[in-house]
């Protein structure tokens, strides 16, 4: 993790509402797949705190993007960034999604001997922003991939990046809210389809999106003894892991103590979703 | 160890016989055991810090969402999790002695005793320069009325803490007072060697759609630039009614803001929240002090303690 | 008189027996006398306004600097220079009256007497509604303490301004107390028609070159967007306190701003800082709050008063 | 007095620390000499307060310029405004420079049935910018000009509009402090030369700058009786008269009441040097 300053190289909108912000570093940042950053335009006064978002891509070794929806007030901000002015970065943070055979983030819950050879990515609106890199990485091992990518209509879609996980020529099933593309209604439909297909008894699901829908998808996999991780979302003061703002609950046997509550900055975002308890008013803005 | 940094030996402070390098601290609940910022910052430069408030007990703090920014400030409810005084003792404070920086141990409670209890436990901590009792919880025991908005509950856990303390004691004042000169002079009439000032505001924000708070807790602390002014004029107060060295604390994000309080009364100050935004801020501010003393040509930091001229 | 405009009816409020058409308010101290607002909005549009606090005589205020800017705020020490009552009434009152807008007259003094010699004046006054007093002010005849910190002294005055009345009183709490329900119950016990809260916080600013406050006063009152969150705190409190209608102020500078006051117990609401720098502001607050009621098919702002659910 | 969104032309750096703000209005703006706006922009939440300016120039019906010095908070947002963004403006606001033989403000010293002829206009630094305007209008009025235009050094002058008052072809004497640049020293030295020369005891005074020069300057006016008007600088809350706190204290013959203190904004910014009470510490920043 270093404090930087990255200059805009673009900060285009990709659809009314979300917009993609390229940054060029100083240095080579070595992002892995999941991983974020804490953003905020240099010498903004207000609002104050920094705001979390993934690296959407890596475009070179000092380049990266971001993905975004314009929000609120940081967002706001960060959307009024203009070509070659400067962003302070606190990059990168957090953990990233463990893609096997590499070690696994905290063991999912693979079969004696089965080794996970298949992916299921679980895009939900601009969750997809966590995911597209995870898509390239599968990719590039070969891993076999489906993606379920799910927005509330067809301008969203597009502004999830859409067209970037089409060009990843993987297996791509579309739902939208309206059905104005793709499927009429919500991702844990097709999720369901593929689970009952044996060939994905083994599979690993990686989920990102709306907090109600991750729970939904982690539900769904533990029925079908799925291991399923999932990136949160959390208001976050710091991102390295001193405010302990960003908590989300989690799963502990004994009574609650200091480690009911994990940091979603330091300890994830990125979680095995067996480990989180979902039945929590959802505490992100969504 | 690091090669050996030099200090500016104008910035050098000195607190019931602890000597500071700088007057420049991170606050508590803002700078973790201080080693999550070992990767941001030299920890040998910072004149000191005050850890995450340490109860007897490990707690598990309250339910998300625990903050919520403001125009200026954020609240927030985190609800003092943390590691607990034992833990702190056996597995933060053995990394913390490689570093050349003043380690203040923030206590709390929610009954006299609790806070006896923890202070017990760090006794047997080497490497704790003080004890920083933050006053601004409820006691449970009374009520859940706040300690540190009463000057008699406040002097007597102030007398009891002395007593069972091995270490000088720095009372952390609470703001939410008529008159905090009040509160800080039965504080240091109960043996107290040091006061910091001041911890958030109570204060709330609620979400218009789903008319609840936007905290879990419901309320929560303000801190950030928007409480620096009302974090200045307590200093000032306080200075004209007690003679032990104080600590300014309230939305320190720059130079200047931490001179502010230093002509104020204070003698040194802790920075909180812009550590989150600003992970350098501390630094910053150390260099800007020894700028401040180039270009007013100032021999020590400490001679502008207090240094305000009226009218 | 202009064309007459239509009010949305669901916005109309009623605080002891007057009829607000919309429950946004201008503060006193930042809407003047209102006239010098006719140039930017319609004033048939607004609820209604306080003006510049009114004493028995005209009074020249502070010297400059009267004003500094903060964090998400602004410190003002403008010492109430104002025409005095006998000149408001002479020659703002009769412009105003040409106005369909709710004309409240902010009323202050340096002791009792003070206060209700002003009243009296202001009693011969047609088209005020209500007066509101502002006790955040030093009691000269009582070495200078703020007759808002107390509840014993705060009861004193508004038995003797509700005697001295012929028009509902309105009650402004000072923020500076340990608990601020306390004074709130005392003075609604004391016989006040409605409270409004709160007054600005007490802070100051140091320029760290000259060693000076930045106000020629010393200390200023803070507002502005960065008190928000203490002052929505303060109404919950007091709602919870009192049973008269309450009207919250504090860094109101959107339509979501004034829902948080109304949410938490408030029946109106006043704009104060953010009419500087955002002169329509309350139009657009007022526009605002119809929508928010289209979007959540809202019969009346008023059912909303109080509405805060929790945990 | 309106309350508008203006368009940014241009905002080009005219020396280090000093720029030049380009405008277009919607729709025609009558900004006389010496007026200023209340400028802020559009979408920044901090800092909070609009900023004065004043009109340094008509550029067409639609288009103001404004010079301003790059100090604090608020002028460094204003200086990071990129062509097509927007900023709020309230405009024009406060009285102008009395130009005669129009009415004059209060009355200047004028001899018996003497009229003023001729006029000296003192800019100190960045004071400048409320001076062209008025400079532009007496040379169209055919009134006999001196100017005298100090600043600290030669980029000052140059970012303080030195080219622009030297295109107007009026007599014009430089000064700075460190002699860079013109005569060493400040403008209160040519200004006593002037006024030993008797062509100019009808004269009018104009001075725009800090308030030390400000003061000196109506000194040596009172001391030679020659009419002078002052444009002041104050902290303004509003800009619009409600928040009485850019008072300046003034001179009035009874004891302290209501009318010791008069607004800049909206009572000036310009005033007749005799009004104003100089002997107070300066309240402005500089
Ligand atoms: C690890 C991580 C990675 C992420 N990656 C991405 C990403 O790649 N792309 C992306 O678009 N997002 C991402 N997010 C989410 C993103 O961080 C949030 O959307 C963003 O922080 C919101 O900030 P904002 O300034 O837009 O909105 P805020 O101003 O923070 O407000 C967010 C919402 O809450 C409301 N709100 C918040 N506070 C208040 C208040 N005090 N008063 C009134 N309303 C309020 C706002 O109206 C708005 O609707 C990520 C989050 C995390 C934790
Ligand atoms: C009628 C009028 C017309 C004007 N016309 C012009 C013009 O044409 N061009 C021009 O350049 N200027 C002009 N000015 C002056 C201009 O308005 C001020 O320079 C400007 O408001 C300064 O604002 P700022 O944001 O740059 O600085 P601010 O942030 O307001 O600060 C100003 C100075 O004070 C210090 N300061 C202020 N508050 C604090 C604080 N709380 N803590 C620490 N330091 C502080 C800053 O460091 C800085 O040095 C005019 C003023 C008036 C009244
Ligand atoms: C998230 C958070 C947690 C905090 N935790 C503690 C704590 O455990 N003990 C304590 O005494 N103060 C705590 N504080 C208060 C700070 O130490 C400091 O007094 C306050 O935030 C004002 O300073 P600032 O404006 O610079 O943050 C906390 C503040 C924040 C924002
Ligand atoms: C410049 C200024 C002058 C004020 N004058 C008065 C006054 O005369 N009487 C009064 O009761 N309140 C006065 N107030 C307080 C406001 O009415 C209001 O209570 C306070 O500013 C908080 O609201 P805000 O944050 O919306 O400004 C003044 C505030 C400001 C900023
Ligand atoms: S965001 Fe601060 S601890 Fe996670
Ligand atoms: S700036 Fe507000 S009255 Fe002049």
Redesign the interface.
């Known amino acids: 993790m270093i404090e930087t300053v990255a200059t805009v190289q673009s900060n285009e909108e990709v659809s009314p509402g979300y917009r993609l912000l390229v940054l060029s570093f100083e240095r080579q940042i070595e992002a892995r797949a999941g991983q974020f950053a804490m953003l905020r335009p240099e010498g903004s006064f207000e609002p104050l705190l920094r705001r979390a978002l993934a690296v959407y891509r890596q475009l070179g070794s000092n380049q990266l993007s971001f993905l975004y929806q314009v929000l609120g007030r940081g967002t706001e901000t960060l959307a009024r960034c203009v070509p070659s002015s400067k962003v302070e970065a606190l990059i990168p943070l957090g953990n990233s999604w463990p893609v096997y055979p590499e070690a696994p983030v905290d063991g999912p819950a693979q079969t004696a001997g089965g080794q996970t050879d298949r992916a299921i990515v679980v895009a939900g609106g601009i969750g997809s922003a966590s995911l597209l890199m995870l898509c390239e990485q599968l990719a590039r091992q070969g891993v076999e991939t489906e993606v379920l990518f799910g927005a509330r209509d067809e301008a969203t879609a597009r502004g999830c990046g859409l067209e970037d996980f089409r060009a990843l020529g993987v297996s791509l099933t579309i739902t939208t809210d309206d059905g104005s593309l793709g499927e009429r209604g919500f991702v844990t439909g097709p999720l369901e389809r593929l689970l009952h297909e044996d060939v994905f008894s083994q599979a690993t699901i990686y989920a990102c999106g709306p907090w109600v829908m991750m729970s939904r998808v982690a539900e769904i996999a533990a029925r079908s003894s799925v291991s399923c991780l999932v990136s949160l979302e959390a208001p976050m003061g710091c991102g390295f892991g001193v405010c302990v703002g960003c908590v989300v609950a989690v799963n502990t046997d004994g009574p609650p103590g200091y480690d009911s509550y994990k940091r979603v900055c330091i300890d994830g975002p990125i979680f095995s979703a067996r480990t989180i308890e979902w039945n929590v008013n959802p505490m992100t803005h969504s | 160890m690091q090669t050996p940094i030099t200090h500016d030996p104008r910035l050098a402070v000195e607190i019931a016989g602890i000597r500071f390098n700088n007057p420049v601290m991170g606050a508590s609940?803002?700078?973790?055991y201080g080693l999550?910022?070992a990767?941001?910052i030299d920890l040998n430069r910072l004149g000191g810090f005050s850890t995450?408030g340490l109860s007897a007990r490990?707690?598990?703090?309250n339910?998300?969402?625990?903050?919520?920014?403001?125009?200026?400030?954020?609240?927030?409810a985190?609800g003092l999790?943390?590691?607990?005084a034992r833990a702190f003792v056996e597995k933060k404070l053995p990394m913390l002695r490689r570093f050349d920086t003043v380690v203040v141990a923030n206590v709390f409670g929610y009954s006299d005793d609790d806070y006896i209890e923890a202070i017990r436990i760090l006794n047997d901590g080497e490497g704790i320069a003080a004890y920083e009792l933050n006053i601004s919880c409820p006691n449970v025991k009374e009520g859940g009325s706040v300690i540190g908005?009463s000057p008699v509950a406040a002097a007597r856990l102030t007398e009891k803490a002395k007593l069972a303390s091995s270490r000088p004691l720095i009372v952390k004042l609470s703001p939410?007072?008529?008159d905090v000169s009040l509160v800080a002079r039965s504080i240091a009439e109960a043996g107290a060697d040091s006061l910091s000032l001041i911890n958030t505001?109570?204060?709330?924000?609620?979400d218009?759609?789903?008319?609840?708070?936007r905290l879990?807790y419901?309320?929560?602390g303000?801190s950030?630039?928007?409480?620096?002014?009302?974090a200045?004029?307590m200093v000032?107060e306080v200075a004209a009614a007690v003679n032990i060295p104080l600590i300014g604390i309230g939305?320190i994000a720059s130079a200047?803001d931490a001179?502010?309080f230093i002509?104020?009364g204070a003698t040194a100050v802790q920075i909180g929240?812009a550590?989150?935004?600003d992970?350098?801020v501390t630094i910053k501010v150390i260099e800007g002090l020894s700028a401040?003393c180039d270009q007013?040509k100032l021999e020590s930091i400490s001679s502008?303690s207090g240094?305000?001229?009226?009218?």
Chains 1, 4 share one sequence.
Do not use: D
């Open positions: 609940g803002t700078f973790g999550e910022f990767e941001l995450k490990p707690l598990a703090g339910p998300p969402p625990r903050i919520v920014e403001t125009h200026g400030g954020m609240l927030n985190i999790q943390n590691v607990g908005n939410n007072v008529t505001i109570v204060g709330t924000s609620i218009v759609n789903t008319r609840r708070p879990s419901g309320t929560g303000l950030g630039p928007a409480i620096r002014p009302i200045v004029r000032q939305g200047s001179l502010e002509i104020a929240t550590n989150y935004y992970p350098t401040y007013h502008l240094s305000l001229t009226l009218g």
